[in-house]
């Protein structure tokens, strides 16, 4: 059974950071490539940041600078290092695993407010 779990969201004031986590379970992590996906209220989901197999990482414009992915195969963990919070990063994020088959995970909610 496939599970990816997040966790780490909450509420966080502007400018400030938070550190997401996505737990892996199920799958041969380090053969996939894993992705973070947010979702904000009335919006489609779009990519934030993708990191491959072998490491590169790719981001949209909006986080580049901002966001760092990085990923644990020793532990099968995905991570979201976010930093310079802006109320417009509020979303639901979520895990994506990019294989043979694609898995998603639950989602975590992340509120950037004052």
């Known amino acids: 059974q496939v599970q990816l779990v997040e966790s780490g969201g909450g509420l966080v004031q502007p400018g400030g950071s938070l550190r997401l986590s996505c737990a892996a379970s199920?799958?041969?992590?380090?053969?996939?490539?894993m992705g973070w996906y947010r979702q904000a209220p009335g919006k489609s989901r779009e990519l934030v940041a993708t990191?491959?197999?072998?490491?590169?990482?790719n981001y949209a414009d909006s986080v580049r600078g901002r966001f760092t992915i990085s990923r644990d195969n020793a532990k099968n963990t995905l991570y979201l290092q976010m930093n310079s919070l802006k109320p417009e990063d509020t979303a639901v994020y979520y895990c994506?695993?990019?294989?043979?088959?694609?898995?998603w995970g639950q989602g975590t909610q992340v509120t950037v407010s004052s």
């Open positions: 994506h695993a990019d294989g043979w088959v694609d898995y």
């Open positions: 990191v491959s197999t072998t490491g590169s990482s």
């Open positions: 199920g799958i041969r992590f380090s053969r996939y490539a």
